[in-house]
């Protein structure tokens, strides 16, 4: 529902004052208005990351380097996209089985890139859990966006849980995003 058209992007690009312009979709369902939007400019050099998560998002504009070019950030940003993994903590609206799990509204879940990572109850109890379920050996950062419906407090206690756990460096952003309490990336 608050997902931006082609049209949208369009005006978007309209009203950029620039000769090249990234577009970041951070969604899935995105990428291909963004496409469209690219082939649709003819007066612009349109470059899209295909990015489906806010965290890929992020990653991409810290791998950003000016001085490099088009070509050299496309491929870097591409790249600094396929290590990040993404974990989103909500709840259930309704009961379900989903990935072999029982799901009862209500009930927190975290869900991945590829699915859901973990059911229960407790926002940070389900949270760390996601983050168990996709953490790997080559981690080096942990990233914890808190929510409208969570506290800047439980998110950095949730920070020091995670800190004890794995010798990760964790991060806490204030996302201020409405639906999800967290959103989590490892990488």
Do not use: C, W
């Not at 973990?118 to 940070?124: D, N």
């Amino acid at each position: 529902t608050m997902n931006p058209s082609t049209e949208d992007m369009l005006n978007a690009i309209d009203k950029v004052n620039a000769k090249t312009i990234y577009i970041l979709p951070n969604n899935k369902n995105i990428i291909l208005a963004a496409n469209q939007a690219r082939d649709l400019t003819e007066d612009k050099k349109i470059i899209v990351i295909p990015t489906k998560t806010i965290p890929q998002g992020v990653t991409a504009l810290i791998s950003f380097v000016p001085e490099k070019t088009d070509d050299e950030n496309t491929a870097e940003m591409t790249d600094a996209i396929t290590r990040v993994q993404t974990g989103q903590i909500t709840y259930a609206v309704r009961d379900t089985r989903i990935d072999a799990k029982e799901i009862h509204e209500g009930d927190i879940m975290g869900i991945g890139d590829k699915g859901i990572l973990a059911v229960g109850s407790g926002k940070e109890n389900v949270a760390v859990a996601t983050v168990d379920a996709m953490m790997t050996d080559d981690a080096e950062v942990i990233s914890i966006y808190y929510g409208a419906d969570a506290s800047e407090e439980k998110a950095e206690e949730l920070a020091s849980t995670l800190e004890e756990k794995y010798p990760d460096e964790v991060e806490v952003n204030m996302g201020g995003q409405p639906i999800y309490y967290y959103i989590i990336s490892v990488e």
